[in-house]
C-alpha cells in the first residue's frame, strides 16, 4: 500500500474542526444532527472537481452520523437540460454515496424566495430600482467611493407594488431589478445593495413560464439551504466573499433553520481544464469524443477511462481539504488508480505490435497449457489456463537483429522468458522485402516448464506472449493528457491551442488471450508490462475494445 499524502494545510481538517465545535454542548447546533447538500447546477456534467465537493459534503454528513441532500440548482433559467441531471445522479451513486429520498430542485422554492423577498421590502431592507444594468456599473463606486442609487429610499408600498408587477411581467428585462438594502459604501462589494431579483424572460425548464423573475445565487442559495435544514453549507473558496450576505440573507428574513456556510479550495489538476463550459466546448466543437470520452476530466469519462469509484475517493481523501487553491498533478490520480488496480485487476496477457515467434522445436500440432494466478496480489481470484503451441505471438519491440546494451530481451543467441511458460533461445528472424521482421525463430528448453531453469542459469529478459492458435483480435485505445500545456486554461491562454494531437492512439491488430472471452465493461485487467486497461462500453463479443486506464509505470513523485 502506498503511503498517504497529504495537503499540510489540512492538518486536523478544518471542516471538521468548525463542525465539532458546532454540534458540541454549547456550540451553535448542539443536539441537532449535521445537515450538508451537494449543489450542482444542472448545466454539464459533473468532473473531478465535484467529486471532491461530493467528497467532502457527504462525507462530512457521513462522519458525523449526519444526512446529505442531493438539491439541483437551477434557479438560472437560460442553461439546464434534464439529460444532465439524471447522468449527475448516476456519477453520485456510481462513486458510492446516497441522498435516499432527498432529492430537490431549487426551483421548487421559487415561491418561498419571492415571500421572502417581499418580506424584505416590508423590513425597509429591499428595494425596486430602476438603473440599467450599465448604469448600475456606472455607479457602484470604488474602494474610496460609495456606490449610489437614487431609487434607494422609495417608499416601501412602491417598491413592493413596483416588485409585484415585476413578476406579473408588466417591465422588459434590464428595467428594474430588487435590490437588498445593506451598505452602499461597504468594503466588500458584494454588500453594496446587491441586486437579489432581475427580470429574465425566459421559459425554466421546470417552472416553464410561471416566473420572468429569478433570484441572484448570492440570495437563492442562502434560502434553498434554510428551507431544507442544512447545518453546514460547504463550498469552494470563491464564496469566501459573499459569505457576509449568506448571513445578511439568513438573518434578516424569518429563516426556518440557520445554516453556517464553510469554504473549501476548489480542486485543479494539471493539463487538464475542469470548468463546464470549457469542458462543453470541447464536445461542441468535437475535439473529444462527446461527455465520456476517455481523456475528460469528467466523472462518465474517468469512468469509461477504467477509474474505480474507490480510486476517486481516496484520491479525494488524499488531496485532503485546504483553504489555498492549489493544482494537483495528473499523476497524483493516475498513482491513486493503480493503487487500487494492483490489488484487484486481473492479469492477462496481451500483445499489443504482434509479432510471430516460431518455436522451432517444438512438435507442430501440440499444444499445452499452464495454470497461472489471476492476481498474485489476490489469492482468492484463484487461477486460469493458457495455452501454448509452437507458434506464438510476441511485441515487435522485444525483438532486435542485434545485442544492444542493456537491452535483455530476443536477439540472436539470447535466452529469454515467455512468462510462465518456458525458456526460449533466438536463433533468428525472417524479414519481407522491405527488410521489416515478419517472423522471430526461437528454440525452447523443454527442461524450463513454468519458466524456471533447474540448473539455476541466470535469464535476464521476461516478455509476455499468446499464443497464436488460441487469442482473440482486439483493438486497444492507449491515452495521453488532453493538453500539452500544464495549465492550458490560466492567465489569458486560449486553451484549445494545447490540444495535444497525440492523447489518443488506436491499436488495431492486437492479440489477447482467450480468457478474455465474454467480458464487459467495466471489468479491469492488467496487461502484463503493458498497464492496467479496460473493456470500452462500445466493445463487442466479435469487436473487443479495451482503453488503457493507465500504465504501469509510476510517473508521481513525491516532492
Ligand atoms: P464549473 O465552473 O465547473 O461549472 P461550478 O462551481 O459552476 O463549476 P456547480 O455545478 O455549481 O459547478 O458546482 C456544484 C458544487 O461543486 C459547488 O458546491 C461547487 O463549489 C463544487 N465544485 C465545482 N467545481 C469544483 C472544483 N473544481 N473543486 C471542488 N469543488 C467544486
Ligand atoms: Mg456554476
Known amino acids: 500500500m502506498a503511503e498517504i499524502i497529504k495537503d499540510e494545510s489540512t492538518a486536523g481538517n478544518f471542516i471538521e474542526n468548525f463542525i465539532t465545535e458546532d454540534i458540541a454542548e454549547g456550540g451553535k447546533y448542539e443536539g441537532k444532527k449535521v445537515h450538508?447538500?451537494?449543489?450542482?447546477?444542472?448545466?454539464?456534467?459533473?468532473?473531478?472537481?465535484?467529486?471532491?465537493?461530493?467528497?467532502?459534503?457527504?462525507?462530512?454528513?457521513?462522519?458525523?452520523?449526519?444526512?446529505c441532500n442531493l438539491r439541483m440548482d437551477d434557479?438560472?433559467?437560460?442553461?439546464?437540460?434534464?439529460?444532465?441531471?439524471?447522468?449527475?445522479?448516476?456519477?453520485?451513486?456510481?462513486?458510492?454515496?446516497?441522498?435516499?429520498?432527498?432529492?430537490?430542485f431549487a426551483s421548487e422554492y421559487f415561491e418561498q424566495m419571492y415571500e421572502y423577498a417581499v418580506e424584505l421590502i416590508k423590513k425597509g431592507l429591499a428595494y425596486v430600482c430602476q438603473l440599467t444594468p450599465e448604469e448600475m456599473r456606472a455607479n457602484r463606486g470604488d474602494l474610496t467611493t460609495p456606490a449610489t442609487s437614487p431609487y434607494r429610499d422609495r417608499p416601501i408600498e412602491e417598491s413592493l407594488d413596483l416588485f409585484q408587477r415585476m413578476k406579473n411581467g408588466e417591465f422588459d428585462e434590464g428595467k428594474m431589478t430588487l435590490r437588498a438594502k445593506i451598505d452602499l459604501a461597504s468594503g466588500n462589494f458584494s454588500m453594496r445593495d446587491p441586486v437579489i431579483y432581475r427580470i429574465n424572460k425566459i421559459s425554466h425548464h421546470r417552472t416553464g413560464n410561471d416566473w420572468c423573475i429569478y433570484p441572484m445565487y448570492d440570495f437563492a442559495h442562502p434560502i434553498e439551504d434554510a428551507i431544507e435544514g442544512i447545518t453546514h453549507s460547504l463550498c469552494t473558496l470563491e464564496f469566501e466573499a459573499h459569505r457576509p450576505l449568506y448571513d445578511w440573507v439568513i438573518a434578516n428574513i424569518t429563516a426556518p433553520a440557520k445554516p453556517r456556510q464553510i469554504e473549501f479550495a476548489r480542486l485543479g489538476i494539471n493539463n487538464t481544464v475542469m470548468s463546464k463550459r470549457r469542458l462543453r466546448q470541447l464536445v461542441e466543437d468535437g475535439y473529444v469524443n462527446g461527455w465520456d470520452d476517455p481523456r475528460m476530466p469528467t466523472l462518465c469519462g474517468l469512468r469509461r477511462r477504467g477509474y474505480t469509484p474507490a480510486s476517486i475517493?481516496?484520491?479525494?481523501?488524499?488531496?485532503?481539504?485546504?483553504?489555498?487553491?492549489?493544482?494537483?498533478?495528473?499523476?497524483?490520480?493516475?498513482?491513486?488508480?493503480?493503487?487500487?488496480?494492483?490489488?484487484?485487476?486481473?492479469?492477462?496477457?496481451?500483445?499489443?505490435?504482434?509479432?510471430?515467434?516460431?518455436?522451432?522445436?517444438?512438435?507442430?500440432?501440440?499444444?499445452?497449457?499452464?495454470?497461472?494466478?489471476?492476481?498474485?496480489?489476490?489469492e482468492e481470484d484463484g487461477s486460469r489456463t493458457i495455452t501454448f503451441s509452437r507458434e506464438l505471438y510476441i511485441e515487435a519491440g522485444d525483438f532486435l537483429e542485434e545485442k544492444v546494451k542493456g537491452y535483455n530481451r530476443f536477439y540472436p543467441g539470447n535466452e529469454v522468458r515467455l512468462k510462465s511458460a518456458y525458456i526460449v533461445k533466438c536463433t533468428g528472424c525472417k524479414k519481407d522485402e522491405n527488410g521489416k521482421v515478419v517472423e522471430v525463430y526461437a528454440e525452447y528448453d523443454p527442461e524450463t516448464r513454468g519458466g524456471d531453469t533447474p540448473d539455476g542459469r541466470k535469464v535476464r529478459g521476461t516478455v509476455h506472449w499468446v499464443d497464436a492458435e488460441n487469442c482473440l483480435d482486439a483493438e486497444v485505445r492507449l491515452y495521453d493528457n488532453l493538453f500539452?500545456?500544464?495549465?492550458?486554461?490560466?492567465?489569458?491562454?486560449?486553451?484549445?491551442?494545447?490540444?495535444?494531437?497525440?492523447?489518443?492512439?488506436?491499436?488495431?491488430?492486437?492479440?489477447?488471450?482467450?480468457?478474455?472471452?465474454?467480458?464487459?465493461?467495466?471489468?479491469?485487467?492488467?496487461?502484463?508490462?503493458?498497464?492496467?486497461?479496460?473493456?470500452?462500453?462500445?466493445?463487442?463479443?466479435?469487436?473487443l475494445i479495451f482503453n488503457r486506464s493507465v500504465s504501469l509505470k509510476d510517473g508521481f513523485k513525491k516532492k
Open 313 to 378: 475517493r481516496n484520491f479525494c481523501e488524499r488531496i485532503g481539504v485546504s483553504k489555498t487553491n492549489s493544482v494537483v498533478e495528473y499523476s497524483f490520480l493516475e498513482h491513486c488508480l493503480r493503487d487500487d488496480l494492483n490489488m484487484n485487476a486481473q492479469r492477462v496477457m496481451c500483445v499489443l505490435d504482434p509479432v510471430k515467434l516460431v518455436i522451432t522445436n517444438y512438435p507442430e500440432g501440440k499444444t499445452e497449457t499452464f495454470d497461472v494466478e489471476n492476481n498474485p496480489n489476490k
Open 36 to 67: 450538508t447538500r451537494f449543489p450542482p447546477e444542472p448545466n454539464g456534467y459533473l468532473h473531478i472537481g465535484h467529486a471532491k465537493a461530493i467528497c467532502i459534503d457527504f462525507g462530512m454528513a457521513e462522519k458525523f452520523g449526519g444526512i
Open 484 to 543: 500539452t500545456d500544464p495549465e492550458p486554461d490560466v492567465g489569458d491562454k486560449n486553451f484549445i491551442d494545447f490540444i495535444n494531437p497525440d492523447s489518443l492512439q488506436i491499436r488495431k491488430n492486437c492479440k489477447i488471450e482467450k480468457s478474455v472471452e465474454g467480458a464487459q465493461a467495466p471489468m479491469h485487467y492488467q496487461f502484463m508490462r503493458l498497464g492496467y486497461f479496460c473493456i470500452d462500453k462500445d466493445s463487442t463479443p466479435d469487436a
Open 75 to 104: 434557479t438560472n433559467p437560460t442553461k439546464e437540460d434534464v439529460e444532465y441531471i439524471d447522468a449527475i445522479k448516476e456519477d453520485i451513486k456510481w462513486l458510492g454515496f446516497d441522498w435516499e429520498d432527498r432529492f430537490y
